[in-house]
């Protein structure tokens, strides 16, 4: 935003810190009532305070494998929106902009892949197999070098230096047209990811845990890794290269780039063009586990939740946002939402990021203060 | 030449500050309506009635409501649609308890209800706005749509999950329900949005429409200036939750005439909302008009227009079109015409003005 930041002089004990304790002291002192309560019999199974506040965390450390198996559901989960959240911070640090369509782009892109092999295999007769699916991906990849250069050009270029805001429409009425356009080339009805072909792994592992099984997905276990290496690739891009140096450089001050020749156009087609990057292996991944269609719209709204609890302007904080999410929403799924009727999954996630919210405004890792009132 | 404002002297401050301070315009005004309440009415089919006119008439006034919160406001909200539904959830609850009241109190009753949910989620835009805020309003959003399926007290244990609209009358004739006549549902329609578009207008025009319009300029003068965030913004909230409300409860009650429990009050439904607002112009209420208009008539057209004039097209592949004519048509109104289709009204009538003289 500024190219000056304020610095103040931090005393001892933040504000934040000092709230935490206050919180912290205040769990301690409920826990230990509980616990006393629950002793002395004063709460039994049947009342609701048991059955939000005990019964959980009694079953959760009963069967520790329902546990794991539920943590490790929602890692995945997580590791899928932080790569959603992901792409939105890479195009907000270098452009400043709130890419609302990032989550539609991953649907788009999934989709260009596998119609792409489609026509390939059905229409040209190539064979089935890994080398259609690479020419797919090369396919898919360059649709999103044009939709990258495309954004730049149509929308991006002739609404520099608008309002926020401004830009935020913008980008929800991109994903409004990339629904429409992708709807109408592709067909509304899902697809199947072509997962085998791509040489990604289906099997699946029980490993037995403290008296229970747990049930790995080898496609979950190469998602992880694949994320893991994009992000170790995406950190060494940012900090050793040419383009990365420039790209922290327009993320810094657009001014002071341009003043040493750094083209913000070319950047910024190189941003999106790696948020596509980006959003094609989070398709793939996230295509794999469900089908590809735009069903997957609703979640890839979690992306924002996401981005407000690690910060908008963080790689760390989208991945560690996106595992507090996920892990919390299947955790809160299936330990408490029995309680509500279940599907609480859909909304709360925006509750969390909600309550990070009233405590902690600029997320977990985020470093741009967000103007109070 | 026909918009001549000459020898039309304004001696007082009402006059001055009157809503229409144009002879021609009061004029226009009252033909409009009479042409809404006599002429449509009797020369209008069933299908551009029942097709075009009435979602038109309900979804305006959702589209007034959220102009209100992010045009004149300026706070962004995506959870239009949850507000939506929880004035047609309360209307139907209501209008099932007690049987014997008016429908037409209930539906306007049931607006309070949504202002009420509004303030609620209104609350965190305290402390947030911008996208903080949309992500806030989308929590809103999601846990009301959760609500409208999994509470069935709301839709009073019906196994299909879905609301239907019970037959209502009023002085004996039916209003609501499947034997209501199209033109009784369309006049009662026309009715509240005439009110509600009349009482809109007063507000943004009043001290309190000042104070929004000062806090989304820029609020820290706003509250330099003597404005209070607290009771303006949660205002807001709630004057646009209620326009919403009842924008919801008409929706269900005077065009679907039933709804599947959280399917119709989904989060494009929202998304198409904040487009109108944006196609029609931030801030505006004529532009509200134009936005809900454009909204409603874009996909008939395409549906049933392009065939006539010899186009084949089908219906899914209209929708698919609609939904990417009205997403390029935001960006490019973002770009070209950040006031919407209002600002393209004003400078119309600014021709007019001058005509024949183009100076």
Known sequence: MTDATLTTR???????????LIAGGVLALFIAALVVATQTGTI???????????????SMVDMPDLLVQTVWEGFVAGVLYSLIALGFVLIFKASGVFNFAQGIMVVFAALSLVGIYEFLTLTLGMPAGFVAALVAMAGALGIMFVLAVAVERIVLRPLVNQPDIIMLMATVGLTYFLIGFGEYIFGGSPKVM????????TGSTMLDFAGGRINIQHLDLAAAIIAAVMIAVLGFFFQYTRIGRALRAVADSHKAALSVGISLNQIWVIVWFTAGIVALLTGIMWGARSDVSFALEIIALKALPVLIVGGFTSIPGAIVGGLIIGVGEKIGEFYWGPLLGGGIESWLAYIIALMFLMFRPQGLFGDKIIERI | MFYREAGQYKTTYQSDMAIFPLRQDRIGILIILAL??????????????????LPFLALVLAVIGLNILTGYTGLI?????????VGAYACYKLTTIFPEVNILVWI????????????????PSLRIKGLYLAVATLAAQFFLQWAFVRIPWLYNYNPSGAIEVPLRTVFGVPVTGPTAAIEVKYLIALTFVVVLTWVASNIVHGRIGRSWMAVRDMDIAAQLMGIKLLETKLLAFAVSSFYCGVSGALFVFIYLGGAEAGTEFGIRLSFIILFAVIIGGLGSMIGSFFGAGFIVALPTILKFGLPAIGIAITGAIAEKIVVMVIGALTIYLLIVEPHG????WQIAKQKLRVWPFPY
């Open chain 2, 77 to 85: 909200s995506l959870g239009t649609a949850g507000f939506m539904g």
């Open chain 2, 108 to 123: 306007l009753v049931s607006g309070f209800f949504s202002a009420g949910i509004g303030v609620v989620f209104g609350l």
């Open chain 1, 44 to 58: 039994t199974r049947n009342d609701w305070t048991y059955k939000i506040f005990v019964d959980p965390f009694v």
């Open chain 1, 194 to 201: 072509i997962t085998s072909q791509l040489g990604l792994p």
């Open chain 2, 341 to 344: 289709l209002a600002r393209l």
């Open chain 2, 36 to 53: 809404a309440y006599v002429a449509v009415p009797l020369m209008a089919s069933d299908f551009i009635l029942k097709t075009i006119m």
């Open chain 1, 10 to 20: 931090k005393p001892v004990l933040g504000e934040s810190q000092r709230n935490g």
